[in-house]
C-alpha cells in the first residue's frame, strides 16, 4: 500500500480512540442508571438490607461513579473486564466462549447477503423494465421489511416441524462435524443475511442502472463485448462505491441483529449473553459485550474505507 494509504489507515485508527472512549462512557453511565440493584439480585429475594449492603460493598457498588468508571476503563485496557456478577466467571472468557458461534452467525449472514444481492441486483439491472427487474423491487421491498426474528420462526416452521429436514435450534462447533454444523447455522444465517442481501439487492440495482447509461457502456456494447463483461467489468467498477458503503451498514446492522437470531434459534453467542446478562443486572457483562461490538463496528466501517480507496484511489476520506 502507498504513503497515502497508511497515512488514512493511521487517522482512522487514532480517531478511534476518542470514539471508544465516549462509548464506553455512555455505555457505563447508561447500565449505572438502569433502574434495579444488582446486589438484590444476587442476595436473593429473602437477602436482609444488611446482606444485601455487603454484597453492595464486596462488588464496589458503594463508590463514586466516576471512580468505578476508571477502574472499568482501566481494566478493560488492559484487557480485564471484570468478573461476571452472576456467574463469578472472568467476562473476557465468557465472551470468548460465546464469539465463535456469534462470528459464524454474522460472517456466514454476509456472505448471504453478497452472493445473493449482488448477482440478483447486476440482473436486474441488466434488464430495465423486464419482469425480472419489476420482480426484484418487489423481493428487496418484503426483504426489507420482514423482521429477522419473523423469518426465523417461519424457516423453522417450515424445514424443521413440517419437513423435518433441519434442526429446530442450537449451535454445534465446526469440529463435531461439518454437517452438523452446517446443518445447525443453515437456517439462522439465512433468517438473518435476507435483509442485507435486499438492501444490496436494491442498491445494486439503482447504482449499476445508473452507470449503465453512461456513453462509455453504450461504446463497450457496440465493440460487441458480452453483456455479462460489459456489466461486471465496465459497469459494476463504477458501481461498486455504494454498494460497498451499504453493505458497510448492512454488516453492521448484522453485527447487532445476531441477538435476537441467537435468542430464536438458541445459540449460545455474545447477543443471546448479553441478553441474559440484562435480565439479571450482571453489568460487566452488558459493558464488555458493548465494547466489543463498538470496535467490531469500528474495524468494520475501517475495512470499508479501504476497499472504498483500492475502487477509487483518488477519493480524499479524511
Not at 16 to 36: D, K, N, R
Not at 158 to 172: E, I, Q
Not at 191 to 200: I, P, R
Amino acid at each position: 500500500m502507498s504513503s497515502h494509504v497508511w497515512a488514512m489507515v493511521g487517522k482512522r485508527l487514532l480517531a478511534t480512540v476518542p470514539i471508544l472512549v465516549m462509548v464506553s462512557f455512555v455505555v457505563f453511565t447508561m447500565t449505572y442508571l438502569i433502574p434495579g440493584d444488582a446486589a438484590a439480585v444476587i442476595a436473593g429475594e429473602s437477602a436482609t438490607r444488611e446482606q444485601v449492603e455487603a454484597v453492595r460493598g464486596e462488588l464496589g457498588l458503594n463508590d463514586p461513579f466516576i471512580i468505578r468508571y476508571l477502574e472499568w476503563a482501566g481494566g478493560a485496557i488492559r484487557g480485564d473486564f471484570g468478573l461476571s456478577i452472576s456467574q463469578g466467571r472472568p467476562v473476557g472468557v465468557l465472551i470468548a466462549e460465546a464469539l465463535p458461534a456469534t462470528m459464524q452467525l454474522a460472517v456466514g449472514s454476509m456472505l448471504i447477503a453478497v452472493f445473493l444481492g449482488l448477482p440478483l441486483g447486476m440482473i436486474a439491472a441488466s434488464q430495465p423494465g423486464s419482469l425480472w427487474d419489476r420482480g426484484s423491487v418487489v423481493l428487496a421491498s418484503i426483504g426489507l421489511a420482514v423482521p429477522s426474528f419473523w423469518l426465523g420462526v417461519m424457516l423453522v416452521a417450515v424445514f424443521s416441524v413440517t419437513l423435518g429436514w433441519l434442526p429446530t435450534a442450537g449451535y454445534v462447533p465446526l469440529t463435531e462435524g461439518f454437517e452438523e454444523w452446517a446443518g445447525h447455522l443453515v437456517l439462522p444465517v439465512v433468517a438473518l443475511g435476507v435483509t442485507g442481501a435486499a438492501e444490496l439487492m436494491r442498491q445494486t440495482r439503482s447504482s449499476l442502472s445508473s452507470v449503465l447509461q453512461n456513453d462509455y457502456i453504450r461504446t463497450a456494447q457496440m465493440k460487441g463485448l458480452p453483456p455479462r463483461v460489459v456489466v461486471a467489468k465496465h459497469g459494476m467498477k463504477n458501481a461498486s462505491l455504494p454498494v460497498v458503503t451499504a453493505f458497510g451498514l448492512q454488516a453492521a446492522v448484522i453485527l447487532g441483529g445476531t441477538a435476537v437470531i441467537e435468542s430464536v434459534f438458541a445459540i449460545s453467542g455474545v447477543g443471546r449473553l448479553a441478553v441474559a446478562a440484562i435480565s439479571t443486572r450482571d453489568m460487566p457483562v452488558v459493558q464488555g459485550v458493548a465494547l466489543l461490538v463498538t470496535v467490531m463496528a469500528v474495524t468494520v466501517n475501517l475495512l470499508m474505507d479501504l476497499v472504498t480507496m483500492y475502487l477509487n484511489p483518488k477519493l480524499d476520506l479524511s
